[in-house]
């Protein structure tokens, strides 16, 4: 099939999707819940199956990993469905203005209708399973767009969806760059895109030629901010955690760390001896995980030699070999105080490269975080608690952590979304369920009402009575 048809296709099943919906425009409960539930069970009996497919991907994922960030998140966003959906898709009481009592006001959520789901390469899983338990919570109908780049997790998505739901319900479509841009430029009700900024430009051009709402999840260079007095072993240990999570490879990922400048040399060894306690056997550890391919590879190891050639020195953190070429596995380093002129400075790593810079006051710090663009997650470690809202006020970020990293994408009761250049929108539970809902406002009037006082031809009550209800 070639890529005309394949555009062909995607036009084809949108229309059927579409027609669905007109037939079912408002499924109760009761549909809602089945199909949350057959997405549970979806996971729930394929879980090694999915392992396998990440970790061939990958070319060498821990399984643990592919549990802790993509099967316990997936069923939990999916429980959190199931648990408030019904209550979420309740009319919500909303308050009519004295003046036009005794009429009554509320708003209906309603579903929009198709939802394009993108979904990146890093946690093809988790990124695919989070909005679609929001979609189909709401009642609306998904197209998924996985990643080209894990073709064997695609592929057997691809056919555990085709087995638990029509085609009418859930569609996964595969294919590379082109059907990509097809499907982003399609008219659906609603995009949610997750990705890099570069590409989430393209998407939203395209989403706009259909006046297409969008959701963009999208990424940057998150800072941890260590704050004077902090533990450092504490932070690094947080910090480390957090950065290593898939080798780096995850948007939320700490991107650079900021530390009093009197605790830089001791930031540099905890963080090497977090990595070595972490992953003993260093870059042969089965629980390290692999860069996903050469392609990233290559660019994170153009990364370092522009470090080296830019006078900064990578500090290794594991024993022994720092990388295997044909495996393409990287060993983590530390840039230490390096110039903004670096590209590590200026792009989101997105692997497992850590610059560490010092400051001198916490204003500096805050300073140096606002000088960039809005990062998607901000890791601030500090035990003053009035400093440390002080931060969370004086910065502007998508998501933060305090005294932790990543761990509040993992809250259901947060919303998840970046601010700017990291993206728009946002997701997870309720939140989610607003997202990919047309909150309809609804005014219904009473039979007794004074709407005739203010109808032509206007009479002097009329005047008076606008005048009082200027004044109250």
Same mark, same amino acid.
């Given at each position: 099939?070639d890529?005309?048809?394949h555009?062909?296709?995607?036009?084809?099943?949108?229309?059927a999707?579409?027609?669905?919906?007109?037939?079912a425009?408002?499924?109760?409960?009761?549909?809602?819940?089945?199909?949350?539930?057959?997405?549970?069970?979806?996971?729930a009996?394929?879980?090694?199956?999915?392992?396998?497919?990440?970790d061939?991907d990958f070319?060498?994922?821990p399984?643990?990993?592919?549990?802790?960030?993509?099967l316990?998140?997936?069923?939990?966003?999916?429980?959190?469905a199931?648990?408030?959906?019904?209550?979420?898709?309740?009319?919500?009481?909303?308050?009519?203005?004295?003046?036009?009592?005794?009429?009554?006001?509320?708003?209906?959520?309603?579903?929009?209708?198709?939802?394009?789901?993108?979904?990146?390469?890093?946690?093809?899983?988790y990124?695919?399973?989070g909005?679609?338990?929001?979609?189909?919570a709401?009642?609306n109908?998904?197209?998924?767009k996985?990643?080209?780049?894990t073709?064997?997790?695609?592929?057997?998505l691809?056919r555990?969806?085709?087995?638990s739901?029509?085609?009418?319900?859930?569609a996964?479509?595969t294919?590379?760059?082109?059907?990509?841009?097809?499907?982003?430029?399609?008219?659906?009700?609603?995009?949610l895109?997750?990705?890099?900024?570069?590409?989430?430009?393209?998407?939203?051009?395209?989403?706009s030629?259909n006046?297409?709402?969008?959701?963009?999840?999208?990424?940057?260079k998150?800072?941890?901010?260590?704050?004077p007095?902090?533990s450092?072993?504490?932070a690094a240990?947080?910090?480390?955690?957090?950065?290593?999570?898939?080798?780096?490879?995850?948007?939320?990922?700490? %991107?650079?760390?900021l530390?009093?400048?009197d605790?830089?040399?001791?930031?540099?060894?905890?963080?090497?001896?977090?990595?070595?306690?972490?992953?003993?056997?260093?870059?042969?550890?089965?629980?390290?995980?692999?860069?996903?391919?050469a392609?990233?590879?290559?660019?994170?190891?153009?990364?370092?030699?522009?470090?080296?050639?830019?006078?900064?020195?990578?500090?290794?953190l594991?024993?022994?070999?720092?990388?295997? %070429?044909?495996?393409?596995r990287?060993?983590?380093?530390?840039?230490?105080?390096?110039?903004?002129?670096?590209v590590?400075?200026?792009?989101?790593?997105?692997?497992?490269i850590?610059?560490?810079?010092?400051?001198?006051?916490?204003?500096?710090?805050?300073?140096?975080?606002?000088?960039?663009?809005?990062?998607?997650?901000?890791?601030?470690f500090?035990?003053?608690?009035?400093r440390?809202?002080?931060?969370?006020?004086?910065?502007h970020?998508?998501?933060?952590?305090?005294?932790?990293?990543?761990?509040h994408?993992?809250?259901?009761e947060?919303?998840?979304?970046?601010?700017?250049?990291?993206?728009?929108?946002?997701?997870?539970?309720?939140?989610?369920?607003d997202?990919?809902?047309?909150?309809?406002?609804?005014?219904?009037?009473?039979r007794?009402?004074?709407?005739?006082?203010?109808?032509?031809?206007?009479?002097?009550?009329?005047?008076?009575l606008?005048?009082?209800?200027?004044?109250f």
């Open positions: 099939m890529r005309n048809d555009i062909l296709d995607l036009g084809t099943l949108l229309e999707q579409r027609s669905a919906h007109r037939l425009p408002f499924p109760e409960w009761d549909v809602r819940r089945d199909r949350l539930e057959r997405l549970r069970r979806l996971i009996d394929n879980e090694a199956a999915i392992e396998d497919a990440i061939a070319g060498g994922r399984r643990i990993e592919t549990q802790v960030a993509e316990f998140p997936s069923l939990a966003e999916i429980r959190a199931m648990r408030g959906g019904r209550r979420w898709m309740k009319p919500r009481h909303a308050w009519v203005s004295k003046w036009f009592l005794p009429a009554r006001a509320w708003v209906m959520p309603r579903p929009v209708g198709v939802v394009g789901i993108i979904v990146p390469w890093n946690y093809p899983l990124l695919t399973i909005p679609l338990a929001c979609a189909l709401a009642g109908r998904a197209m998924i996985p990643s080209e780049y073709p064997s997790f695609s592929a057997l691809q555990l969806v085709a087995g739901f029509s085609a009418e319900e859930i996964v479509v294919g590379g760059p082109e059907v990509a841009a097809a499907f982003a430029g399609l008219p659906f009700d609603h995009l895109f997750t990705g890099s900024g570069g590409v989430g430009r393209k998407v939203m051009a395209a989403a030629a006046l297409t709402p969008v959701t963009l999840e999208l990424g940057g998150s800072p941890a901010v260590i704050a007095g902090y450092i072993e504490r240990a947080r910090i480390m955690t957090g950065k290593l999570l898939n080798a780096g490879q995850t948007c939320i990922a700490p %991107d650079y760390v530390v009093p400048r605790a830089l040399a001791a930031f540099v060894d905890r963080a090497r001896a977090q990595a070595q306690a972490m992953y003993p056997a260093g870059l042969a550890d089965a629980d390290y995980c692999s860069i996903v391919d392609r990233q590879y290559e660019r994170l190891l153009g990364y370092l030699d522009d470090a080296t050639a830019g006078g900064v020195q990578p500090v290794e594991f024993r022994g070999p720092a990388r295997d %070429d044909a495996a393409h990287l060993a983590p380093v530390i840039l230490v105080d390096p110039p903004q002129s670096l590590a400075m200026k792009n989101e790593i997105f692997g497992p850590l610059p560490v810079l010092p400051y001198d006051r916490p204003e500096d710090a805050v300073a140096f975080v606002n000088a960039m663009a809005h990062p998607l997650a901000l890791y601030w500090d035990d003053d608690r009035r440390a809202e002080w931060a969370l006020k004086q910065t970020v998508g998501g933060a952590c305090i005294n932790e990293t990543l761990l994408v993992a809250q259901e947060l919303p998840f979304g970046g601010i700017g250049p990291s993206g728009m929108g946002h997701y997870h539970g309720k939140w989610g369920f997202t990919m809902s047309k909150l309809t406002p609804v005014f219904r009037q009473s007794l009402n004074g709407m005739a006082l203010f109808m032509p031809p206007y009479r002097p009550i009329a005047r008076r606008l005048g009082l209800m200027k004044r």
